[in-house]
C-alpha cells in the first residue's frame, strides 16, 4: 500500500503538490509546510527533512515536517541533539497504516541522530492513533497550552482579567505603541532585548540572530510570520515574533519587554495585545500561546499567559529516546548547567 519519500531538498513541483495537501488539510499549519521548510533550511543547527506518504497513484495521502535541532558545537552539539515536529503529522483521515508508515520512516531516518524525538501536539490525537504512536516507541507526556479566539477582538478583550486589562489601558494612555519594523536593525534591537532575557532569567538555548534575521526576511513578506516592536517615544522596549498559519491562527514564538525597566509600560503585555490585534485584522480564528508548561511543575510564565483568557488544553506531547544511556547524561548535564547558570 503506497511508499513512503523522505526528502531533505525540494523542487518546485514537489513543493507546490506538498504545500496544496497542507493547505487542504483539517489541521494544517505552517509549521508543517514547505513554508517553513525552507525557512529551517541553511539556518545553523536546523536541519529540516519532510517524509511525504503517496499511495499507488502517487496521491499525497501523509506529510510529516521535522527538524533536527542542536546546539553549540562538539559535545555540546551531540548531547543537545533532538528531533522535533511541529503540529504534524499530517494524515488524511487519521489514517493509521499511513501513520504507522510515517513513524517508522522517521525512527528508522533519525537513528541515533538525535537523543529524543518530541512531537510538540496541536490538537488531541485519536485513540487509534495514540496506539500507533505507542507501537512506535512514543510516550504521551502532558503539556499544557492556552488557546485564545480572537474573531470578535472585543469579546477577546473581556476575558482578559480586570488586573490585565488595566494594564493595558494604562500602557497605551501612557504612549506605548504596537508597531512593525522599519528594517532590519529594528529587528536586531529585539533581538538584543530577547538574548538577554534568555541569558539572564530564562536561561534556555536561544537561536542566534541568523535565525530572526530570516524570519524577517522570508516568513513576514510571504505573509506566514510577523514581527511586531512595542515602542515608546520611538524606544523599542519590547515585541513579538509569531508564526501565521494563513486564516487561522497566529502564534507565539518568542515575545519579550523591558518590564522592569519600564513597569509602568507593561511591555511583554502589549506585544502579545499586539498580536493578538493583529491576527484579529488579518481575519485568524485564535492565538495560541504555545505552551503552559506541564501541569504539575510550577511555571512562573503561565500565570502571566493565564490572565488572557482563553481556552487552556493539554494535547500532550509524545516523545521517544532514541538513545537511552546518552539521553540520561544529557538530562543530568543539562540540569547541573541551568543550576550553574543560577549562580
Known sequence: MGSDILKVQLNAIESEQIQA?????P???VFQSPVFFRFYQGLKNFKPFFIVYRNDAQEIEGVLLAVFIREGSGILSVMSSRCVVY???????????VLSTILE????????????TQFRNFRSWPEESALVFNK?????????????????????LAGFSSSRRRQLKKALQAGAEVKTPSG??????????????YREKVRKPLPSWTYFEKFFNTLVPSGNGIILLVKYREQIIGGIV???TPTHTISELYVCGLDQEFPQLFPSVVATWGALEYGHSKGLQC???????????AYGVREFKLRFGGKQVNFGRFARRNNKVLYAVAEFGYNILRKLRKV
Do not use: C, W
Open 21 to 25: 495537501f497542507v493547505d487542504n488539510h
Open 27 to 29: 489541521h494544517n499549519t
Open 87 to 97: 503540529g504534524g503529522p499530517l494524515v488524511v483521515d487519521d489514517n493509521p497504516e
Open 105 to 116: 520512516s522517521l525512527n528508522r531516518f533519525t537513528g541515533i541522530k538525535a537523543l529524543f
Open 136 to 156: 512506535h516507541g512514543y510516550t504521551l507526556r502532558d503539556r499544557l497550552n492556552l488557546i485564545v479566539n480572537i474573531t470578535d477582538i472585543n469579546q477577546t
Open 184 to 197: 532590519i536593525a529594528e529587528v536586531r534591537q529585539l533581538y538584543n532585548i530577547l538574548n538577554t532575557l
Open 242 to 244: 509569531s508564526p501565521i
Open 287 to 297: 492565538f495560541d500561546f504555545m505552551g503552559l508548561g506541564k501541569p504539575d511543575v
